[in-house]
């Protein structure tokens, strides 16, 4: 493996001293990206249509199992290799990249950073017992998990429990509740829930958050809601709803009270929607080289690089561009459970600057193509939109980020003014 040759390409996060493991995994996303899910893009978008296809090529190439661990039959990558592959799937498109990120964040949870959550003996045990049948449903069968936790309240963001409710019942769950914004709906097998334990008279309380799989079939579960959104419209993020939905105790993803310590020990895992907005960058700058180079696959051989205001554009894009790689680079690679606080501010520093970083591109990469390089079928205008979604997400929007380093900075734990 160590005597793989170097990559014909420069990755999405920049050049960087790579493993085996993520230049061959690097490799498989490139050449799947460029040969096929870049033509396909267009119709997703268009239609508003979930990327089936591109699911079969990253099932057959083994992507879907990234994050399982190898003993259990997965290719077992890291935390790092995951975010370096996950943005040069990104580059090539936008809502494969964010929902190939839902599930792939299902496999991280509860393998890679599970293992780095303090947990009892009898919590650990239940928990690498429960994960095999997950895994086993991933490595095997090629299921797809979803990861719907948004219900439009303060919940996603962190600041009060989900109002999905799961109460105990002999031999499981019972599910009651709604949650928006549910990337892969319709596609996805099983829909991994935050919901808060029902425990009858007492306050809900985030500390009893569980973490549930509901298969897709269960009775009780339903799917509604148009999705006409501005960008990633292949996400096909509609409406769940769950009434009375039954699930057995092994589709617990974590044993209970976990995924609230979970939240806490790895803030690195709320990172895990940035690397396809980084891919997005990349994909924005690379093709105004193409363009202004005259370059363009079908489009007449006109070269715009001699004009200096599109030079001087083309210097701004990339250092922003450098910017961000290397930021979003130092983050992922110090990632760990319990970072330090200058760990955590450059996470939220990273988180924001490039879902913010990816817009800023695009913008700079329309304005200096001119309004023959924003057609429809020229794949810019869809980059554009795209890149306006990834300071929307919860629980890190670029607002929150804000508010986060602003207080944290000003305030150590505990602090407050009288
Ligand atoms: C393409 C796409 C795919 C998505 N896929 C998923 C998915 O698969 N799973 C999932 O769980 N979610 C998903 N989301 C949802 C996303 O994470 C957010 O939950 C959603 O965008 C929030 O929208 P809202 O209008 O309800 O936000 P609101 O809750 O109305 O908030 C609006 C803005 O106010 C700010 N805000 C929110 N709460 C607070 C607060 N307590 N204090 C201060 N400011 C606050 C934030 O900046 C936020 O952007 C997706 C969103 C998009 C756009």
Same mark, same amino acid.
């Given at each position: 493996m160590d005597a793989l040759p170097p990559l014909s390409f420069t990755p999405a996060v920049g050049e960087h001293a790579f493993t085996a493991?993520?230049?061959?995994?690097?490799?498989?996303?490139?050449?799947?990206?460029?040969?096929?899910?870049?033509?396909?893009?267009a119709?997703?978008?268009?239609?508003?249509?979930? %990327?089936?296809?591109?699911?079969?090529?990253l099932r057959a190439a083994g992507l879907l199992k990234i994050c399982v661990p190898e003993a259990d039959g997965g290719l077992g990558a890291d935390y790092p290799t995951y975010m370096?592959?996950? $943005?040069?799937?990104?580059?090539?498109?936008?809502?494969?990249?964010?929902?190939?990120?839902?599930?792939?964040?299902?496999?991280?949870?509860?393998?890679?950073?599970?293992?780095?959550? %303090?947990?009892?003996?009898?919590?650990?045990?239940?928990?690498?017992?429960r994960r095999q049948l997950h895994f086993r449903r991933v490595v095997q069968d090629g299921a797809i998990y979803a990861q719907p936790f948004s219900e439009g309240s303060?919940?996603?963001?962190?600041?009060?429990?989900?109002?999905?409710?799961?109460?105990?019942?002999?031999?499981?769950w019972l599910v009651n509740g709604r949650k928006i914004f549910a990337s892969l709906s319709g596609a996805a097998d099983y829909y991994g829930v935050l919901c808060t334990e029902d425990k009858g008279d007492e306050k809900p309380d985030a500390k009893d958050t569980l973490?549930?799989?509901? %298969?897709?079939?269960?009775?009780?579960?339903?799917?509604?809601?148009?999705?006409?959104?501005?960008?990633?419209?292949?996400?096909?993020?509609r409406n769940l709803t769950f009434k009375d939905v039954f699930v057995s105790d092994d589709e617990q993803l974590m044993p209970r009270g976990i995924y609230y310590k979970g939240a806490q020990t790895w803030p690195a895992m709320f990172f895990t929607?940035?690397?396809?907005?980084? &891919?997005?960058?990349?994909?924005?700058?690379?093709?105004t080289v193409q363009y202004l180079r005259g370059e363009v696959p079908g489009e007449p051989p006109v070269k715009r690089r001699m004009y200096p205001t599109k030079q001087i554009a083309v210097a701004q894009m990339r250092i922003q561009l450098e910017q961000m790689r290397s930021l979003f680079l130092r983050a992922v690679l110090e990632a760990r459970p319990h970072p330090s606080k200058d760990?955590?501010?450059?996470?939220?520093?990273?988180?924001?600057?490039?879902?913010?970083?990816?817009?800023?591109?695009?913008?700079?990469?329309?304005?200096?193509?001119?309004?023959q390089g924003m057609m429809k079928h020229l794949p810019?205008?869809?980059?554009?939109?795209?890149?306006?979604?990834?300071?929307?997400?919860?629980?890190?929007? $670029?607002?929150?980020?804000?508010?986060?380093?602003?207080?944290?900075?000003?305030?150590?734990? &505990?602090?407050?003014?009288?």
């Open positions: 493991k993520q230049k061959a995994l690097l490799a498989t996303a490139h050449e799947l990206g460029r040969d096929k899910f870049a033509a396909r893009a119709h997703w978008d268009e239609e508003a249509s979930f %990327p089936f296809a591109n699911y079969d090529d370096m592959v996950a $943005a040069e799937i990104g580059r090539f498109c936008g809502a494969t990249a964010l929902t190939w990120n839902m599930h792939v964040s299902s496999t991280m949870w509860t393998g890679v950073l599970a293992d780095g959550i %303090p947990m009892t003996e009898s919590q650990r045990a239940e928990h690498l017992r303060a919940a996603a963001a962190g600041r009060a429990p989900f109002g999905t409710t799961a109460r105990k019942v002999d031999g499981g973490y549930l799989a509901v %298969p897709g079939r269960s009775a009780g579960f339903s799917i509604s809601g148009d999705w006409n959104p501005l960008g990633m419209r292949g996400t096909v993020s929607l940035a690397p396809t907005y980084l &891919g997005l960058a990349n994909a924005a700058y690379d093709f760990e955590r501010m450059r996470l939220y520093a990273a988180q924001y600057s490039v879902m913010e970083g990816a817009n800023d591109i695009a913008r700079l990469a329309i304005r200096t193509c001119g309004g810019l205008e869809r980059i554009y939109r795209d890149s306006r979604c990834g300071s929307l997400m919860l629980p890190w929007t $670029a607002e929150l980020v804000l508010d986060r380093m602003g207080r944290e900075t000003l305030y150590e734990a &505990g602090e407050k003014d009288e």
